[in-house]
């Protein structure tokens, strides 16, 4: 079974790969590594190595420093060494001191003969290695959280699986030490999108930073049980479908202007994840349709519309 660390790490790459727009023939031929292990490594598995992760976020033209953290999440999950050990047991309760002895007047250069030796350090415990590493891991993490423009990545790492980054209604705020809470100061609130109307077409709503102070403009139950929703976002003037508890095969299609835009499961990794298709360019007024298509021959496509407020 996979780790949530490896499947974040696999998402993230996923996304990587369509926005750099290679196959897996292509990155093989862009990268130092082969076809079939891009195929591996983007299904979770096998862990990348990460040289293989620094290379797709320079095809993608992304910092790589939230992807090595990742990698560094997973590789220490896949490794052990996020593995707790019991404390180590408390050291039982030292005799009382002598009173010390008034120094010599002339001290001794070393032992005098005869003496035994000084004890050696005690080489440290496999727990207080452990902690260590442990250590390191939580290091990781903050890395994780402050590496990432504005904290919206790190909510795609914390928040459960009902709740994603464009789930956001509002502004980010702050609590005082009372609990009270209080909005952001100047520097703390949303960071800004990173792509705007056209520019954003066919891009990926939350690596463009579009899923902040957003509408939903569908929700809807299936009859196969997947759910699927439709967002608009007024900021950057797009829309785009999403759909989850899905079925590989499964495949939500998202129409606007003319412009259709589309999202497949194609495994058991998608089908435990929200699944979103690239945004479209929208605006008050506009017509968005939004199609889901069943796996299999025996269910019906259902489409719904709304109009965007």
Same mark, same amino acid.
């Given at each position: 079974?996979?780790?949530?660390?490896?499947?974040?790490?696999?998402?993230?790459?996923?996304?990587?790969?369509?926005?750099?727009?290679?196959?897996?023939?292509?990155?093989?031929?862009?990268?130092?590594?082969?076809?079939?292990?891009?195929?591996?490594?983007?299904?979770?598995?096998?862990?990348?190595? !990460?040289?293989? +992760?620094?290379?797709?976020?320079? @095809? &993608?033209?992304?910092?790589? $420093?939230?992807?090595? %953290?990742?990698?560094? *999440?997973?590789?220490?999950?896949?490794?052990?060494?996020?593995?707790?050990?019991?404390?180590?047991?408390?050291?039982?309760?030292?005799?009382?001191?002598?009173?010390?002895?008034?120094?010599?007047?002339?001290?001794?250069?070393?032992?005098?003969?005869?003496?035994?030796?000084?004890?050696?350090?005690?080489?440290?415990?496999?727990?207080?290695?452990?902690?260590?590493?442990?250590? !390191?891991?939580? +290091?990781?993490?903050?890395?994780? @959280? &402050?590496?990432?423009?504005? $904290?919206?990545?790190? %909510?795609?790492?914390? *928040?459960?699986?009902?709740?994603?980054?464009?789930?956001?209604?509002?502004?980010?705020?702050?609590?005082?030490?009372?609990?009270?809470?209080?909005?952001?100061?100047?520097?703390?609130?949303?960071?800004?999108?990173?792509?705007?109307?056209?520019?954003?077409?066919?891009?990926?709503?939350?690596?463009?930073?579009?899923?902040?102070?957003?509408?939903?403009?569908?929700?809807?139950?299936?009859?196969?049980?997947?759910?699927?929703?439709?967002?608009?976002?007024?900021?950057? $003037?797009?829309?785009?479908?999403?759909?989850?508890?899905?079925?590989?095969?499964?495949?939500?299609?998202?129409?606007?202007?003319?412009?259709?835009?589309?999202?497949?499961?194609?495994?058991?990794?998608?089908?435990?994840?929200?699944?979103?298709?690239?945004?479209?360019?929208?605006?008050?007024?506009?017509?968005?349709?939004?199609?889901?298509?069943?796996?299999?021959?025996?269910?019906?496509?259902?489409?719904?519309?709304?109009?965007?407020?």
């Amino acid at each position: 079974m996979r780790s949530p660390e490896r499947a974040r790490l696999t998402a993230t790459l996923r996304s990587l790969k369509e926005h750099a727009g290679l196959s897996l023939t292509g990155l093989g031929e862009h990268t130092s590594f082969s076809k079939s292990s891009w195929g591996r490594y983007l299904k979770g598995e096998t862990l990348p190595p !990460r040289e293989a +992760v620094r290379e797709l976020c320079r @095809l &993608a033209g992304e910092p790589e $420093g939230r992807c090595l %953290a990742l990698w560094e *999440l997973a590789e220490s999950e896949s490794s052990g060494r996020t593995a707790r050990v019991p404390p180590p047991a408390r050291p039982e309760t030292a005799p009382e001191a002598e009173p010390e002895a008034e120094p010599a007047k002339e001290p001794a250069e070393g032992p005098a003969p005869g003496d035994p030796a000084p004890p050696r350090p005690t080489p440290p415990t496999a727990a207080a290695t452990a902690h260590r590493r442990s250590w !390191r891991v939580t +290091v990781v993490m903050v890395a994780v @959280l &402050a590496v990432t423009a504005g $904290g919206v990545t790190a %909510a795609a790492l914390l *928040l459960p699986p009902d709740r994603t980054p464009d789930d956001s209604r509002g502004p980010a705020t702050a609590t005082t030490g009372a609990g009270t809470g209080a909005t952001s100061g100047p520097g703390t609130g949303p960071p800004s999108p990173r792509c705007r109307g056209g520019a954003c077409e066919g891009r990926d709503p939350l690596n463009m930073l579009c899923g902040i102070g957003l509408d939903t403009l569908i929700e809807r139950r299936t009859a196969s049980g997947a759910r699927l929703q439709v967002r608009y976002s007024a900021t950057c $003037g797009t829309s785009w479908g999403r759909i989850w508890n899905t079925r590989v095969g499964d495949r939500v299609e998202l129409t606007a202007a003319g412009s259709t835009r589309s999202a497949e499961i194609t495994d058991a990794l998608d089908a435990t994840a929200y699944i979103y298709t690239p945004m479209t360019r929208t605006a008050p007024g506009t017509l968005v349709r939004a199609c889901f298509r069943p796996s299999g021959q025996t269910r019906r496509e259902e489409c719904f519309e709304a109009t965007v407020r």
